[in-house]
């Protein structure tokens, strides 16, 4: 595992190694083995709360990744759903994660405002994402303790809006005072490097990790993420403005088509959208079937590695890229010497 080398607001908040986090991956699929790997590696993982409904399941998880971890922070994710009973739901699962000690929450869907409290007066540090600087600015003001900004390029809910990653890094640092997470489209140093360099904290990273070794994901899904090269990720459900960042298989070009049409009635939408679908695709490595979340940086996923390898690779490239800008800078230049391009060989 490398050394720290990037101190940051978010390494301190969470006390982690790395500005590095592994969001959410779905329910079930980000599970205690895994997201110990992230945090043994050097960064922050989450357990989906969704994926264990069952309180006994729940808790098991939680004491799985104490143990795995060795008694270091991990933390969970809390969806929110906007339907009736939504926080209801996510009230009686951090009764849990009180119970248990988690250290810090990643929290998405509707507003935390009805869950903050109780989360603060725990000392759970909450983290919120979302997919647009316009809804960071709102909760800010709400007493969380950091924000996560998701561009469009995010595998999962990219949001209505379609804003790249780009603009929203530079944007939500602008704007925002809070410890700042960007994601959409990561995975790799370079652009942790950017990220910083535009005044964020960390990067979030999804797509990335679904080719970690420690997922319990179906070897093949994993080799189809490292064959990707970005171009199979496709916008589904706009017509219903539930957008829905997956991989093009039979059920998206399903989706599509509806969209296409202009259909607003979720029921048509339900066959090709139901979690069952999805999490048959993880478990079998058939993935013509379910909305599998899936963004345009599988293809830096090259490789299936484990959490540290990739990790590593990372702080390895972002360190290369800030000493590669700090090269550049004139000031940094002995008088007289030349910098070559290494695309044209020219020397300048
Ligand atoms: C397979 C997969 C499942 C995901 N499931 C969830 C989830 O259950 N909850 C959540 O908040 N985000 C979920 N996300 C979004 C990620 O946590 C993260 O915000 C996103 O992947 C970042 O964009 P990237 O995929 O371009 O790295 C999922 C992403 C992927 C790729």
Partial sequence: MRPPSFRTRITELLGIRHPILAGGLGPKVSDARYVAAVVNAGGMGFIVAAGFPEPAEFRAQLEQCRDLTE??????????????????????????????????????????EPIVPLLKQAGIKVLHKVPAVRYAQSVAKLGVDGIIVVGNDCGGHPGIYGISSMVQAAHAAQVIDLPLVIGGGIGTGSQLAAVLAMGADAVIMGTRMMVTEELWIHPHTKEQVVRGDGTESVVVKKAIRDHHR?????????ALALDDAK?????????????????????????????????????????IESAETIIDRVIDDALAATARVGALHLAARPVGSRIKNTATGDIA
């Fill in 71 to 112: 008694g270091k922070p991990f933390g969970v994710n809390l969806y929110i759903s906007r339907q009736e009973g939504g926080v209801d739901r996510v009230r009686r699962q951090i009764d849990i994660l009180v119970e248990e000690g988690v250290a810090c929450v990643e929290t998405a869907g509707a507003s935390p």
């Fill in 246 to 254: 997956v991989y093009r298989n039979a059920s998206a070009e399903a």
């Fill in 263 to 303: 259909v607003t009635d979720f029921e048509q939408y339900r066959p090709h959208v139901m979690g069952k679908l999805a999490h048959h695709a993880y478990v079998s490595g058939d993935t013509r079937n379910g909305m599998l979340d899936y963004g345009p940086a599988a293809v830096f996923a090259d490789a």
